[in-house]
């Protein structure tokens, strides 16, 4: 049972560059999350979903952008990134009120 | 904008200490969970807290939901090396985010 996965684990990333962040699940969960973890902080919610073609901003949304066309996947998409955008991205998936499954996080840096 | 504070930022403590990590809010939520996340790991729930004044323990760990459910508390009984880590929590308002706290960084020396 592989949980949640989370490809690349890093990256480097030169400003202006775009990239797409993978996460997918297999416990048939609907709801899935991205946060990002800046350095000896908690996470941040970046955007979140409640099932297939439905996702919504959570607290930090500005310079991303997120689809959610099945259950399984809910990529992370980063148009112009900024060195701002240099951080620890993570996914997480759960039904609701239950435990929240982590990734492995994704480490990404902006140059 | 929902805030969750944790205090104390940061905690180091000798072995066999005690310790308590608070995590206030001005807002109510439906549920609140503990996290504990590990250097390079994702966080990995240890509690889940739904009903005011609810009081949980897993073994050396007791975890307290506020009568008006905007607050937690986790305390640790005779702390180890072992449960060095960061403390985080999550609260959830209903609305299906989880938004999580700004954690508690703990270090237990032998």
């Known amino acids: 049972n592989a949980g949640v996965t989370q490809t690349p684990k890093f990256r480097i990333l030169k400003i202006g560059q775009s990239m797409t962040l993978q996460c997918t699940q297999d416990?048939?969960?609907?709801?899935m999350y991205w946060y990002r973890q800046d350095p000896g902080m908690g996470l941040k919610l970046i955007y979140y979903?409640?099932?297939?073609?439905?996702?919504d901003k959570g607290e930090v949304p500005n310079g991303y952008n997120v689809s959610r066309s099945t259950t399984e996947d809910f990529p992370l998409r980063l148009e112009l990134a900024a060195p701002s955008q240099t951080s620890v991205y993570f996914c997480?998936?759960?039904?609701?009120?239950?435990?929240?499954?982590f990734g492995q996080g994704t480490r990404l840096t902006v140059v | 904008t929902q805030l969750l504070e944790q205090s104390p930022q940061f905690l180091s403590i000798q072995e066999g200490e005690n310790l308590t990590v608070y995590c206030n809010s001005s807002?109510?939520?439906?549920?609140l969970q503990w996290y504990r996340q590990e250097p390079g790991e994702g966080p990995v729930l240890l509690v889940t807290v739904v009903t005011g004044g609810e009081v949980k323990k897993l073994k050396r760990l007791t975890f307290q939901f506020g009568d008006a459910r905007k607050d937690s508390s986790l305390h640790i009984t005779a702390a180890q090396p072992g449960d060095t880590g960061l403390y985080l929590c999550a609260g959830d308002s209903g609305t299906y985010k989880y938004i999580f706290g700004t954690g508690t960084r703990l270090k237990v020396l032998a």
């Open positions: 979903s409640v099932g297939a073609g439905i996702t």
């Open positions: 416990m048939n969960h609907n709801y």
């Open positions: 807002s109510v939520f439906s549920s």
């Open positions: 997480a998936s759960n039904r609701r009120d239950t435990e929240a499954f």
